[in-house]
């Protein structure tokens, strides 16, 4: 009999620790483990730890129904071992990977290359804007309820895509304000 009691308790506790973690910390620059641990690819810690709770929930379902092989619990007992060991080992690290970059990019490009980023948004917005006010056009002439709820959807969507642009346009010319402070 295969008994998950202590093994479920010390998941719930690894789950709680990758909770604060995740929370501290945030996400990771690249996926924390690789796939052959972990079919998550995720750069928190807490989906992870839920993965094994997961495969033990599988065991106990298994094991419930008379359909759990010894050959089976074994592999996955070793592949849920392997991962916790994993967990806590990230756990264990903790302070190393504060020093690692965050979700954004480190690297700092050239200035011009920021420039050429920035007019190429700015005329992205230009044409989406233009787009935005023809459809709006349209929509006033428009007859058909079907045809103005689609010509609708399109300029909300139009209407998106300029908020991004315009967010992006912002964002470079912050960074391209830092950078001529900096010299």
């Not at 079919?39 to 298994?62: A, F, G, M, N, W």
């Not at 359909?67 to 007992?77: E, P, Y």
């Amino acid at each position: 009999m295969f008994d998950v009691t202590r093994l479920k308790a010390h998941v719930d506790q690894l789950l709680k620790d990758a909770a604060a973690v995740d929370r501290q910390r945030g996400e990771a620059f690249r996926p924390l483990f690789d796939e052959q641990l972990f079919q998550s690819r995720s750069k928190l810690l807490t989906p992870c730890v839920e993965e094994i709770s997961q495969e033990i929930k599988s065991l106990q379902r298994e094991q419930q129904s008379g359909r759990l092989l010894a050959s089976r619990t074994a592999h996955i007992c070793d592949k849920i071992v392997a991962q916790i060991q994993a967990i806590q080992r990230e756990l264990a690290t903790q302070t190393i990977r504060k020093n690692e970059p965050k979700q954004n990019n480190t690297k700092q490009r050239p200035i011009h290359e920021l420039y050429q980023d920035l007019a190429k948004h700015q005329e992205w917005e230009r044409r989406l804007v233009g787009m935005s006010r023809d459809k709006a056009m349209m929509l006033n002439r428009c007859q058909s309820l079907a045809e103005q709820q689609i010509l609708q959807k399109e300029i909300l969507a139009l209407d998106g895509r300029v908020q991004r642009c315009q967010s992006a346009v912002a964002q470079i010319e912050k960074q391209i304000t830092f950078r001529e402070r900096q010299g």
